[in-house]
């Protein structure tokens, strides 16, 4: 089985600073990581993925994340935040296959302060 | 190409009765995945849906169930609800195939059981 642990409930941090989110799974197969953002009030928008290839992977709004099979880690960064960023970040993880089912962190709430 | 569309967006209920979430997947995606977010469990996966057919089922007693339809819209339905149930249903698409692991949300129906 699958599990993920998004190590920070929140994250507070002051605009145009630098952030990282931090994200470890759990598996005993290969598994593709994901990376969603949830605005409130709203569902689930993908911010980046890991399938296969380069372990940095660069998605939307300025983010990125390097996948680490030896710590099996997936943190998310972003050099500069910017007010918009304040959102619900998720972690999820998938073994693929025959199934697309995703296993979710608890999330993480990224608090950005003018 | 539009979107996942899920209907309807908001839902009031009272404990006992039956109710009916609907979700039109992206045009060519195959399968439609659904999940619960409460604030208490996080993020938890339903069920899966291929080609009409259920390939995978999350942690859920048996009042939740669903189906695809062979336009690979879907509706997931709650028996004899509970107060339990009140959460975000999300319903996600993708293309189905192997390989093809991304999974795209929609805005959720918002359940409250009263």
């Known amino acids: 089985a699958q599990s993920v642990t998004q190590l920070d409930s929140q994250v507070p941090v002051f605009e145009e600073a630098p952030v990282e989110l931090r994200c470890n799974y759990s598996?005993?197969?290969?598994?593709?990581l994901f990376w969603y953002v949830q605005y409130p009030n709203q569902g689930l928008q993908l911010l980046l993925k890991?399938?296969?290839?380069?372990?940095l992977v660069k998605g939307i709004n300025g983010f990125e994340a390097e996948f680490n099979k030896s710590q099996t880690s997936f943190h998310l960064r972003k050099p500069s935040v910017h007010i918009s960023d304040t959102a619900e970040y998720f972690c999820?993880?998938?073994?693929?296959?025959?199934?697309?089912?995703?296993?979710f962190g608890t999330g993480t709430l990224l608090a950005v302060q003018p | 190409k539009a979107g996942v569309t899920q209907t309807p967006r908001y839902l009031i209920k009272t404990r006992g009765q039956q109710v009916t979430l609907s979700c039109s997947p992206i045009?060519?995606?195959?399968?439609v995945s659904w999940y619960q977010q409460t604030p208490g469990q996080g993020l938890q996966f339903l069920f899966e849906?291929?080609?009409?057919?259920?390939?995978n089922k999350g942690n859920f007693p048996g009042r939740f169930s669903g189906r695809q339809f062979s336009n690979s819209r879907s509706e997931m339905n709650v028996s004899t609800l509970e107060l339990g149930d009140s959460a975000l249903y999300l319903c996600?698409?993708?293309?189905?195939?192997?390989?093809?692991?991304?999974?795209?949300f929609g805005p959720g129906t918002r359940l409250t059981v009263t």
């Open positions: 999820a993880v998938t073994r693929g296959g025959a199934t697309n089912k995703l296993i």
């Open positions: 045009s060519g995606h195959r399968s």
């Open positions: 598996s005993s197969v290969s598994v593709y």
């Open positions: 849906y291929f080609s009409e057919t259920q390939r």
């Open positions: 996600a698409s993708s293309l189905g195939d192997r390989g093809s692991y991304e999974q795209y």
């Open positions: 890991y399938l296969s290839g380069s372990t």
